[in-house]
């Protein structure tokens, strides 16, 4: 399992906009193979900051999505970004 965390910084004045605009992909992942869970969501503390995670089966899966990113004015918006990617070799019940 693979998963994909961090967050983005857009201007604040921005952040709805751009979360408004990435519900598509939003969609798309969660309805492609292998994606296990797929969000972006706004910080309540921070208004410019956006949280990432992803959960993937597999890295070939993630591979197959990833054209599928920010578009070139999603992109442009991104101030900062700090997103890691995690392998997992297993999982425990809490």
């Known amino acids: ?13 921005a952040r709805d906009g751009y979360l408004a605009e990435s519900a598509q992909v939003i969609a798309q992942a969660r309805a492609t193979a292998g994606c296990l869970d797929f969000l972006l969501a706004a910080d309540p503390l921070d208004p410019g900051r956006i949280h990432i995670y992803e959960r993937w089966e597999s890295p070939e899966q993630l591979a197959a999505f990833r054209g599928s990113g920010p578009s070139d004015q999603q992109e442009a918006e991104i101030l900062d970004a700090d997103v890691q990617r995690y392998l997992i070799s297993g999982v425990e019940a809490p």
């Not at 399992?1 to 004045?13: K, N, R, T, Y």
Request: charged share 15%; net charge negative.
């Open 1 to 13: 399992m693979l998963i994909i965390a961090g967050s983005l910084h857009v201007e604040p004045d």
